[in-house]
């Protein structure tokens, strides 16, 4: 859980330099970034969810919860390391 927190501060870091970057760019970027920020941020929720039915479950679903939570945060993961890549 530890881990995970901190991995989700890292992203939230990396999300908001997104943001801060769409405020700086060209009107023609500018919805691009916006729309990329978006998704990252529904993707960002929906790993949410999972994160909170892994903190709820017991021993016995654990490895169900975190097997789907693990999945969405790879998939976060992947979205935002794709979307710094695609704005460099």
Request: aromatic share 10%.
């Amino acid at each position: 859980m530890e881990k995970i927190e901190a991995n989700l501060a890292q992203y939230d870091a990396k999300l908001a330099g997104l943001k801060a970057k769409a405020a700086e760019v060209r009107a023609d970027m500018k919805l691009e970034y916006i729309s990329q920020t978006e998704t990252l941020e529904k993707s960002r929720a929906g790993f949410m969810v999972k994160y909170g039915e892994l903190k709820k479950t017991n021993t016995q679903a654990w490895d169900d919860v975190k097997v789907g939570t693990e999945k969405a945060w790879n998939e976060m993961e992947y979205s935002i390391e794709r979307a710094i890549s695609r704005f460099k």
